[in-house]
């Protein structure tokens, strides 16, 4: 098999409500569709979402990285060969790793619809039947989430992400108003996203923090500070997560040596897609310390990708990829059984793409043949 063309769609998913996190606001999420064709007649659709804060990727860039450098290398390759695949990406650029994820996908959508199995049956076989869907409250005033977290409570969600990374003191009152609202059972997960930059203004929050019953606090300090992480780990019992500092295998190893967080957050879009996740994975299991697949809110296509990594292996506990229920158009059609996700038996990815939805929300568009 080889590739013979490879499509490029810059789209943009609307959102039902503003994204709103510790850097930024998002009126809807700017996505690269890939659509890979082979000499087989078998088609694959991978995705990428940049995000300049994480990866240091634009969506611009991450455009001009598959069309000039990474889809002309890989014309007449194999999709097959995976391992080879993400060779030659690597010798092609150093770093992209939303661009490579996006190839990376629509490789193994065509391998498991060439072999006619769902891609996690590719990558260890399915583990888990099902995984609860954790709600995500977007950083607002302390009643308003505190609000939006009580009528999902009415609609079965029993875990809420709530996001922060304010001023402390502001943060302290939203996570404590959404507690209060929602009672002790339901749990909740604090992401920072890097918000209180250094270990002692995360020390200041988390110390008012003890009687939240919070289940982890995801990412306090800044990206690269690992040491902060581990002063914070030191000097406070509730259960740490690491996402933006991971990347890839060299910054796990260093959590894994400095036993810098209790749970780390694997994206494919930090990483450069479902193979690279699998070894952080692996290489997690190995040190004893569970994992999530989180998303940057991408679609159902980019989406699947992670859901099927998750159901994939053991030592990965929870999700957190609700993009398609945050978009009010999509491209593709993942379904969600609220409040869970139960993927199904169809090959690949298992999604299907309605190219007019794909059509309508594309920008700017290219084709490397």
């Known amino acids: 098999m080889k590739i013979t063309a490879i499509h490029l769609y810059a789209i943009h998913l609307p959102l039902h409500n503003p994204f709103v996190i510790s850097y930024g606001s998002y009126d809807y999420m700017p996505s690269i569709i890939v659509k890979i064709e082979t000499d087989e007649g078998i088609v694959g659709y991978g995705e990428g979402v940049a995000d300049e804060h994480v990866t240091g990727e634009s969506w611009e860039g991450v455009f001009h990285i598959l069309k000039n450098t990474l889809a002309p290398t890989l014309l007449g390759k194999n999709p097959m060969e995976i391992e080879k695949i993400h060779d030659f990406m690597n010798k092609a650029i150093y770093g992209a790793p939303t661009a490579k994820a996006a190839i990376d996908i629509a490789c193994f959508d065509i391998m498991g619809k060439k072999l006619e199995q769902p891609v996690y049956q590719l990558i260890g076989g399915r583990y888990h039947d099902e995984f609860p869907i954790t709600h995500v409250l977007s950083i607002a005033e302390p009643v308003e989430m505190a609000d939006e977290a009580a009528s999902m409570v009415e609609k079965g969600y029993r875990s809420f992400k709530m996001k922060v990374g304010t001023k402390v003191s502001q943060d302290v009152k939203r996570i404590q108003a959404v507690r209060e609202r929602v009672g002790e059972d339901i749990a909740i997960r604090v992401d920072v996203n890097q918000g209180w930059r250094n270990s002692s203004t995360t020390l200041v929050a988390l110390n008012q923090l003890r009687d939240c019953n ?94 099927h990594v998750a159901f994939s292996k053991k030592v990965i506990t929870s ?20 409040p869970f996700i139960r993927l199904t038996e169809k090959p690949g990815l298992g999604v299907e793409v309605d190219e007019e939805i794909l059509s309508e929300l594309t920008v700017f568009q290219d084709i490397v043949r």
Not at 224 to 229: E, S
């Open 319 to 338: 999700v957190e990829l609700t993009g398609p229920l945050k978009f009010s158009k999509d491209i593709g059609n993942l379904h969600y059984d609220v």
């Open 214 to 307: 919070l289940d982890w606090v995801e990412q306090p300090v800044v990206a690269d500070d690992i040491d902060g992480m581990v002063e914070v780990k030191s000097k406070t019992t509730l259960p740490l997560m690491i996402d933006e500092g991971l990347k890839g295998s060299r910054e796990m190893l260093e959590i894994i040596q400095k036993r810098a967080s209790d749970k780390v957050n694997i994206k494919l879009m930090k990483c450069g897609g479902i193979y690279p996740a699998v070894k952080l994975a692996h290489q997690a299991e190995l040190a004893g310390i569970e994992c999530q697949v989180g998303s940057m809110v991408e679609s159902s296509v980019g989406s699947a990708a992670g859901f």
